[in-house]
């Protein structure tokens, strides 16, 4: 079973909100939409739901056309939120609601129900209201009541964001496991990228109603396609340096001046050879990349230590060279001062190249 997504597009008026999005989520797989707000999410979520009909393109569904199946008969399990819990019903009464237009016979509801309170752990509070429930415990029964008539698929729109962080961290790991074993596409959408980063397959990273990049966690964050994807993922952000590329040293590295001061000489693994010399470019290098040493040298960009801010195991420093300005993470035991001259070098392989159209610059 899977879910087909093709050039998808809804307009509201003169808004485009989702632009020819081409989607496939395989069997068993978790693809989570991540992006900012207002990129097109939720609208997606909603056409394959069939609470929004598409102003062009296709859903398929299990192999199905479901564009003219109202939202019941596509056996789609959609979860907005999961509090919308019915105050005056028991936990079983709950689970068993989304069951009751389905004329099945009261043995084979309480069949289902005790299957899904062995799933989620639930058999002990079958009979408490919501009222007399955990945060934790009222998102397992909501998780229940989406899955219990075993639809084809699974909906989910910002399932964790009304729960504080550590529930949330838990809930993570264990919707995790349910959907694993429950074994349907499933869509999360969210805005929240370490919610994306633990709990998905892939992610589809969007904005402005397209997908920009559509990959594994580890790609997406460790081989973002464009700019966008690499400011957009991961904290604290990556440093992103307007240069230029002032040519090849050899094989293997790269001279850039960056705007603002400093030419440095980086390792590039061969990307230079898409670039010719001038050519306007942004560096990319993740805080917890940068290596500091004691030596200047035209592999590093000298910088003054202008903040420091400690952060537990780890410290926060911002570096200043005139306009140009670096965020660093270091381990906690690094003596940074405030006013301290550092050389920060970008090691190969950690340095991200992105050419004047903001794609990356792929090793050739
Ligand atoms: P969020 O994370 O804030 O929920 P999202 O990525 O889910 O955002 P959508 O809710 O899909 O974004 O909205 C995409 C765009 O479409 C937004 O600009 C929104 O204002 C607009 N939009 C959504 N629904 C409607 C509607 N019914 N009528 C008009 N515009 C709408």
Redesign the pocket.
Known sequence: MTIELRSLTKR?GD?T?VNAIDLNVGEGEVLCLL?P???????ILRMVAGLETASEGEIRIAGKHVSDLAPRDRNVAMSFQFYALYPSLTVAENLAFPLYADNLSKSEIDAKVANIAETLKLEDILKRTPGQLAEGEKQRVAVGRSIIRDPTCFLFDEPLSRLDVQLREEMRGEIKLVLQDLSRPTVI?T?DQLEALTMADRIAVMRLGRIEQVDTPHNVFQRPANLFVAGFIGTPQMNLLPATFTGAKGESTAEFAVDGGQRMVIGVDKKAAALSDGDKVTLGIRPRNIVLSGEAGDDAISATVDIVEPMGAETLAHLKDGAMELRLVTDWKTPLAEGDTVHARFPPGATHVFNADEQAVRTA
């Open positions: 509201f808004l909100a992006g707000s207002g990129c097109g999410k939720t609208t959408v805005h």
